[in-house]
């Protein structure tokens, strides 16, 4: 397994820390912890281009790692009420509905590119940039109240929006397979993966 890959895998190992120090109200802990998964994501990804390391297992693992920590993140400071509960049942349904589209449309025999939209990126960054600002004012008592609402409500709105672009992109995928597709036993088989999604 390539360094890139066990970075990863590391940072997979650091998402259930995380949980139990935010439950735990360690809150600082948690900060720092969050400040080290985001350092690891960034040197896996550099040694993973600089030294071509790129492997489809990485591919695959980086963002499932990523996604993993901020689902985890949001629903810990949504069982402390740090974030209201209806963004957090947004984001993780969200992920859900796209991650039950990809499966359906592979048991289909159409299995869709998973690419990642510019929408979806920008959300990503907003949920962590939420994430982070929620710890490090928990940690450090910033005072960041209204920072805060501004980037609930964003990243609300971009929840939303990536994913009606998401539904949209797979509605048209498969209503294209429809159209063009023929009698007879189908077959498909599955491509990478991008970061983020």
């Not at 109200?25 to 071509?52: E, H, Y």
Request: charged content about 15%.
């Amino acid at each position: 397994m390539s360094i890139p890959n066990l970075i990863t895998l590391g940072r997979v190992i650091l998402v259930p820390v995380v949980f139990w120090l935010l439950v735990t109200n360690q809150m600082t802990a948690a900060f720092l912890v969050f400040v080290i998964a985001g350092i690891s994501d960034a040197v896996d990804g550099f040694l993973a281009k600089r030294f071509d390391w790129a492997t489809e297992l990485g591919a695959y693992l980086d963002p499932l790692a990523d996604k993993l920590l901020i689902v985890c993140i949001f629903i810990a400071l949504g069982v402390r009420e740090e974030l209201p509960s209806w963004l957090v049942i947004a984001v993780v349904s969200r992920d859900v509905l796209i991650v039950t589209g990809i499966v359906l449309s592979w048991f289909m025999g159409h299995p869709v590119e998973i690419k990642p939209l510019a929408l979806s990126k920008a959300n990503t960054l907003s949920q962590i940039v939420l994430a982070a600002v929620v710890l490090a004012d928990e940690a450090f008592t910033l005072n960041l109240d209204s920072v805060r609402l501004v980037l609930v409500w964003l990243t609300a709105a971009l929840t939303l929006g990536s994913l009606v672009a998401y539904l949209d992109a797979w509605l048209r995928h498969m209503s294209g397979h429809e159209a063009t597709s023929e009698p007879g036993p189908r077959s498909g088989t599955g491509t990478g993966s991008e970061r983020d999604h």
